[in-house]
């Protein structure tokens, strides 16, 4: 037993607990934990490693180890030849050193500020759920597990000579791979070299806000939009600029007097709404990036999924679309675990983009590249898209199936003819009413996910601005079974009825 200058204690009197049986980790955390209490003081001689490992039981070696990490740590000071001593001077650790407690951080950069007063709130997944309409989630049965399986096999297997850091804009032969999927799927003509494989399209909207825009800057977004993408545009300082989106896309003719150095769009499938933008549009959008000399980034973030339309080639597949930057990605056909992206860059872009994307994060994963590129050279990922589109086409004729059943003239539905997801408008339901049949619906097992966040400003009059006075919901399907999707929907429908006889409760007892 080891007497201190407070009181009579040894490593295993620790109020952690018995430290016997414990390997050098846990005598390391027992005799620092006293230390910073000071139990051991300040220049007191602690046992030898011989003493305290006959003492708890051990092995020499196994305080010896505690004790170095003790030293490594400036806790101790050990001389050959003489017991521990406890350092004098302890300066990276003071008593209740242990207490840690959550404070303002001393200062943050610009960036930071905004990052902190901005933010969006994550959203957390729930297990528990009959059905949960989030939008962005896939199934898990629809991965193709097998064929990605042996293909991440085949790349382990395949090592090279040396291991090295790759190029940062991706394998040259997933890069070759994606060139030729993007001529047959989407008729983009493309160098290989104009390829940039990102860590989902998320990155690629990161690195077009900081190569592209300052603070101070205008961008043009679509009104309402991708809240992801507004966010990463102005935590770099730039000013957003709304522009309307109706039946055909954005209002391009809203563009004249907005000066911008760039314009977000998602013209295949408006997000949320679901409109496609048509022709016209996309030749008035291109005259106002030429003539503004702006860059567009168009992000084609679930077009593979088109039912009851034909595909419109994409801004970048246009003549005079030199000024286009092309964001793509995988987590919609394969999984959004995968975090595969791609951007296709204007060639004067190249170098920096490159530089860039070497800087963020030196490279994508090498293996996860090597296999998607294995999917699209055997054709293997062609195949499974048409495969997943044909499941996804049932589940959004049973969502519309459901949606009718229930609820029949009393919603309106928008932007089912491709994606993953549709709006669906309640006519009987207030936006104002949005959180508590948002709370209702979770009550009854369902996930439901309001459109408002959407908009630039959510507490707009809806029937002054967009003629639109009622609750919309984004509902996607994706991660649903059909069976799923009519038990949520039937749910769904009997929190309404809860929502309207509370309402009339409301009503009636402030009447009275």
Known sequence: MVQSRKQNSSPGNSSSGNSSGLGARGIYENLREQIVAEVYGRGDVLPSARALAVELGVSRTTVTSAYEQLAAEGFVVIRHGTRPRVAIKIAHSEPGDLVHT?????SLSAFGERLRSRAIPMRVASEKLVADFRYGDMSAS?????????????????????????????????????????????????????????NGSQQ???????????????????????????????????????????????????????????????????????????????????????EKRAYIVEDDYDSEYRFDMNPIPPLRALGGASNVIYIGTVSKTLSPLLRIGYVVVPRELQEVFAHAKRLTDRHAPSLEQEA???????????????????????????????????????????GAEAGLHVVVWFHDTPPSMAASFIDEAAALGVGIYSISPHYFDQTLDFEQTL??????????????????????????????????????????????
Request: proline share 4%; charged share 25%; net charge positive.
């Open 467 to 512: 003629d639109r006075s009622c609750l919309g919901l984004v509902m996607g399907y994706a991660s649903l079974t059909e069976g799923q999707i009519h038990r949520g929907l039937k749910l769904l429908r009997r929190a309404t009825r809860r929502q309207q006889a509370a309402a009339m409760y409301r009503r009636c007892f402030t009447a009275c």
């Open 142 to 198: 629809d991965f193709p597990t097998l064929a990605w399986r042996k293909a991440m096999n085949d790349a382990a297997l395949g090592r090279p000579l040396k291991l090295s850091y790759g190029d940062p804009c991706g394998l040259i032969r997933l890069r070759a791979a994606l060139q030729g999927y993007l001529w047959r799927a989407r008729s983009i003509r493309c160098e290989v070299s104009e390829i940039v494989v990102v």
């Open 204 to 290: 690629g909207l990161d690195l077009c806000a900081r190569l592209l825009l300052d603070q101070g800057d205008g961008f043009a977004i679509e009104e309402p939009c991708y809240p992801m993408a507004r966010s990463v545009f102005e935590m770099t300082g730039a000013i957003a600029a709304p522009v309307e989106v109706d039946a055909e896309g954005i209002r391009a003719d809203l563009l004249a007097d907005v000066d911008a150095r760039l314009a977000y769009v998602t013209p295949s499938h408006q997000f949320p709404l679901g409109s496609v933008m048509s022709m016209g549009r996309r030749q008035q959008l291109l005259g106002w990036a030429k």
């Open 102 to 106: 959550v404070a303002e951080p001393h």
């Open 372 to 414: 998607l590129a294995t999917l699209m050279e055997t054709g293997a990922y062609e195949s499974h898209v048409r495969k997943v589109r044909r499941q996804n086409a049932r589940r959004r004729a049973a969502l519309l199936d459901a949606l009718q059943a229930e609820f029949r003239d009393l919603v309106r539905v928008e």
